[in-house]
Structures are given as structure tokens and as C-alpha cells.
């Protein structure tokens, strides 16, 4: 995708300069309007303007700014948290299964709309984003997506005031399924396509040394696809209902993902295991209301998370300080990305545009049986037993990094380096790795975050998650652990 109505955003951008600059006591416009929030989950770029999903094709025909995006992490935990708060993983802390809850002294974006006047109603799925985390505060009205016809219904009946309704889909998270009604979006169908395909079908191809074939990988990509169609038919029935309500124009709208899916492009599936351009790069579609006089023009690369910092502004509020520059004003910043507590290693990401840069720390020794230990977590049965309980593997990972510098790592090791050149296409091809480029990312990651200070587990508790909700994260794939090696008999 491309930005749109490039001279529209120049004209605009030129005019509004001109108003602002000659007349130094007005302020920038107030919306007053509703605001509409989409977050589709594990939904990659380079889906978005193949014909696969009309529906966010169409808004971002008609949109005012239409493109590419980078999250700040490559799963749910830390990226949405970081659309939440507008901050980096590291600095708002949310960025492991042990510290998911959003943080009490840190505002969100709906704590803040409703403290400029808006009323807030959010539809979400995904179990991390319940009340259980965190995710209720500043919201009026606060449920599942599933039940579309009450998502429908709070959309056609706004009433063109200050409303704020967030919702977040889950399709095409796994499981994938066959979703026939859309088979013919696809350019070859296979006929042996099977139902579903669940996240423990896949995770044991998360291990780099067990890839996926070809057969296999073709089967999972086709039925992400038609799960992906399937979030965009649920996108529709949100978008018709708001044009249902007669407030369609004078809304502000966007549309973003929390990150992508991998299928073996990096020697890995699913999400949340490396920083590639296939987890971190999503759609960001974002409709401006009618005749407003503001433009957007975000700069060369893109981060997701300075939604956070224009819808407030939007709305005549001024984001917390330490927020990222809004999407009305150009940034020269490259978008950062953050991935904590590996099999031993830490990874950082700096996008700038066309250019990336990986930085991977290490805080302790690699684990030989990291992904079966993950495997089991996950509630499945590694290929071979285990010589101790997987707890015990990643609770000794956990005290090594809490004696490492995140971003550093521990004494006597050196990051590694690896650049990249990302193409229009979507193609990635080797890069150079220069002092310049690691010296800026290590500068970015100390502005966002602090000084690079031993890792801070013990700041608060871990939030208190039921069996019911273990479950359904399990169900999801996940993998949620404790700082804490499981006592005996547990």
C-alpha cells in the first residue's frame, strides 16, 4: 500500500501552516465527533490491497492516509499495551506473560478520551486484552466482539458526539479455519484444504531446526488467508452499521494490527519469536473526518503506536509526555521494536525506511531444550521427555535476565548485528550493519527507555489469572509462564 491523496495532504498541511503560523492564538481544530479504533490481530501487511479483504481495501481507497506501519513488538501483550499507553515495552513494562497487566500509574488512551468528554465502549477478543489486565479502565462499556450484533448496535446509534468504541478482532489469529464462502479469493485453492488449523498444530515449527515443508506451509498460508477474509467480512458489518448511524463522514476512523504472522520465512511460524519484517510491518489506515483541516503526514517509516498521541490530540487533549509524535507531524524517527526474554537473548529492531536493523543481546546461554520446554507449556507433548520441568528451564532463564542489562547484555558478551534492505515489494534482501545504524539504535532505545538498567521483574506482582482464563490463552497458543519454578506437587 501506498499513502493516499498525497496532494491533498500537502495542500491541506501548506493551508493549515499558513492559519496556524499568521494567527499564533489559534489553536489546532477539535474533534468533536466520534472515534472509531479497529485492531485486527496477527493481520500482515502485505495481505491488505491483493483483493483478499475488499472491505479494508475499500477504506483505505477513501481514507486520508493509507500504508504500512511498524508495531513496537511482534505479539499481543507488548504492542497493545503500547497502543494503549504510547510508550516502548521496556518503559511501560508490559511486555511478558508475568507482567501483562497494564500498569495503574501509567494513563491509557481511553482514560484520557474520557477525560476530554468522550463516552468509551470497547468490543475486544484475545484473553490478554480483558479486565484482568487492565484493559477496562476508561471504558463505559466493555465486552466480547463475538456477540457482532451488539458491536452493531452501538455503531449505528452514535450519535455523532463524543464516542469512542474501540474493538478488536481476533481472526486471523490462529486457529485458522476454512472459511469456503471465501475460497475464490484465492488465487489457486487447494482441495485438500483441512477445517482448521490450530496454534499447537504449528508450534513445534517455531524451533528453527524443525522447518515446515512446503505442503505444509501452503495449507497453514491458504487458511490464514481465508481467516484474514473473514475478519474483513467483520470489518464491514462495523464500518456498514457506522454509515448506518449517519455519522460515517464525520468520524474519525483507524485501522492497525497488534503484528503479523510468519510462516516460515524466517525459519519460524506463527508470532512473538523473532523481529522479522513479516511480524512487525501491518496496515494502518486512518479516515480523518469531514473537512478537517489537519493532514496526515507521519514522515518516512511509520510506528502504530503514535496513534495513541493523534487521537488525543484529535480530540483537543496533549499527550502524556515522553508520547510519540502524533501522525499530524512529520517524525525523522525510525520505528522501534522490542522482544524480551528469548532463549537467552533479548532482540531489538530500528526501521528507518526502507532500512533495519536487528539487534540481539544475550543475557545467558542458549537453552537445548527451549522449544520443547515451550512446547509443553504450551499443552502439548515434546518429541522426546524432558530431563527436568519445563518451569525449571525458563525459570533459570528468567534470573539470568534479571541480572543482565537489557539491551547490552551480560558480561563479556557483544550484541550481534544483522541489517536488512526491505523492498517495495515486500521482498528483504542482507544489508549492512553500519556503527552509524547500531549507534542510533542504541540511542533510540536508551531515549525511550532509560538507562540500560538491570531488568525489573520485581517491580510489581504478577497479575492473578484464573484457570478458565489459562486455558483460553493456551487454546490461543500461548505460553504463560511464572517468574517462579512451579513447588512441588503443583
Known amino acids: 500500500m501506498r499513502p493516499r491523496r498525497a496532494g491533498i495532504h500537502l495542500s491541506l498541511a501548506l493551508g493549515a501552516t499558513a492559519l496556524w503560523t499568521g494567527c499564533a492564538a489559534e489553536a489546532p481544530p477539535v474533534h468533536r465527533g466520534p472515534i472509531v479504533l479497529i485492531t485486527i490481530d496477527a493481520l500482515r501487511a502485505d495481505l491488505v490491497g491483493t483483493g483478499l479483504l475488499p472491505n479494508l481495501d475499500a477504506l483505505a481507497e477513501e481514507a486520508d492516509w493509507a500504508g504500512t506501519a511498524i508495531t513496537t513488538s511482534s505479539w499481543t501483550v507488548p504492542s497493545m499495551a503500547s497502543l494503549f499507553t504510547g510508550q516502548q515495552p521496556w518503559r511501560h513494562g508490559s511486555w511478558h506473560s508475568a507482567r501483562a497487566h497494564l500498569r495503574d500509574d501509567v494513563p491509557t488512551l481511553p482514560e484520557i478520551l474520557r477525560e476530554l468528554g468522550y463516552e468509551n465502549a470497547a468490543f475486544r477478543s484475545n484473553s490478554w486484552l480483558t479486565q484482568t489486565f487492565g484493559y477496562v479502565r476508561g471504558f463505559d462499556r466493555f465486552g466480547p466482539v463475538s456477540r457482532m450484533e451488539r458491536v452493531t448496535e452501538v455503531l449505528a446509534s452514535l450519535d455523532g458526539g463524543q464516542q469512542f468504541v474501540w474493538m478488536h478482532l481476533l481472526p486471523p489469529h490462529a486457529p485458522y479455519r476454512r472459511h469456503a464462502g471465501y475460497l475464490d479469493r484465492l488465487d489457486a485453492p487447494r482441495d485438500d484444504l483441512p477445517e482448521r488449523i490450530t496454534p499447537l498444530d504449528l508450534r513445534p515449527f517455531a524451533d528453527p531446526e524443525r522447518p515446515l515443508d512446503a505442503d505444509q506451509r501452503e495449507r497453514a498460508w491458504q487458511l490464514y488467508q481465508l481467516t484474514a477474509a473473514h475478519a474483513d467480512s467483520q470489518v464491514g458489518r462495523m464500518l456498514d452499521a457506522l454509515r448506518e448511524s449517519g455519522h460515517f463522514d464525520e468520524a474519525l476512523i483507524a485501522v492497525t494490527s497488534d503484528h503479523g504472522e510468519e510462516f516460515g520465512e524466517n525459519g519460524q511460524v506463527l508470532h512473538g519469536n523473532n523481529l522479522h519484517r513479516v511480524l512487525i510491518e501491518v496496515p494502518l489506515i486512518v479516515k480523518l473526518p469531514a473537512d478537517w483541516p489537519r493532514a496526515i503526514d507521519p514522515g518516512a517509516t511509520v510506528a502504530n503506536h503514535r ?30 521494536s522490542e522482544l524480551y526474554l528469548g532463549n537467552g537473548v533479548n532482540r531489538m529492531s530500528l526501521v528507518e525506511g526502507g532500512r533495519q536493523l536487528i539487534w540481539t543481546s544475550r543475557f545467558a546461554p542458549a537453552e537445548e531444550r527451549y522449544y520443547d520446554a515451550m512446547l509443553a507449556l504450551a499443552g502439548a507433548e515434546p518429541p522426546s521427555p524432558l530431563p527436568e520441568a519445563p518451569e525449571e528451564l525458563t525459570a533459570r532463564l528468567e534470573r539470568e535476565f534479571e541480572n543482565a542489562p537489557p539491551l547490552m547484555g551480560a558480561p563479556g558478551t557483544r550484541p550481534g548485528l544483522q541489517a536488512f534492505d526491505w523492498g517495495a515489494d515486500g521482498t528483504v534482501e542482507p544489508g549492512a550493519a553500519e556503527d552509524d545504524f547500531a549507534r542510533r539504535l542504541q540511542e533510540r532505545w536508551q531515549a525511550e527507555n532509560g538507562s540500560d538498567l538491570a531488568a525489573r521483574l520485581a517491580e510489581r506482582g504478577e497479575p492473578e489469572i484464573s484457570p478458565e482464563e489459562m486455558e483460553r490463552l493456551r487454546a490461543l497458543g500461548y505460553v504463560v509462564t511464572s517468574r517462579k519454578p512451579a513447588a512441588d506437587g503443583e
Open 307 to 336: 496513534l495513541f498521541s493523534t487521537l488525543i490530540e484529535a480530540a483537543g487533549g496533549t499527550p502524556p509526555a515522553g508520547s510519540p509524535p502524533s501522525l499530524f507531524e512529520p517524525s525523522r524517527d525510525g520505528a522501534l
